[in-house]
Nanobody, 114 residues
């Protein structure tokens, strides 16, 4: 089992920044992928950014150049630095761990006001 604890969501004005954190604990395998997904009201959950255990990253086109995913391997923590936020970034953001098994965090609300 893997547990994920997210933090860092909130309300911000358009153009502002937020940083999300997700700490993983439990049976963490050396080879894994961690990332962030989001779900806006009435829409499907979508990938935002992922990072492998070797540091390879992948971003949704809509966030490229604005969001940066990183991880602290010693702390088993993944971060999402979100800059130049737009109202369309408003969603519940979920942390994901993929290794043997697939696990989700509880979600953290990000609201961007215009």
């Amino acid at each position: 089992q893997v547990q994920l604890v997210e933090s860092g969501g909130g309300l911000v004005q358009a153009g502002g920044s937020l940083r999300l954190s997700c700490a993983a604990s439990g049976r963490i395998f050396i080879t894994n992928v961690m990332g962030w997904y989001r779900q806006a009201p009435g829409k499907q959950r979508e990938l935002v950014a992922v990072i492998t255990s070797t540091g390879i990253t992948n971003y949704a086109d809509s966030v490229k150049g604005r969001f940066t995913i990183s991880r602290d391997y010693a702390k088993n923590t993944v971060y999402l630095q979100m800059n130049s936020l737009k109202p369309e970034d408003t969603a519940v953001y979920y942390c994901n761990y993929g290794g043997p098994g697939n696990y989700w965090g509880q979600g953290t609300q990000v609201t961007v006001s215009s």
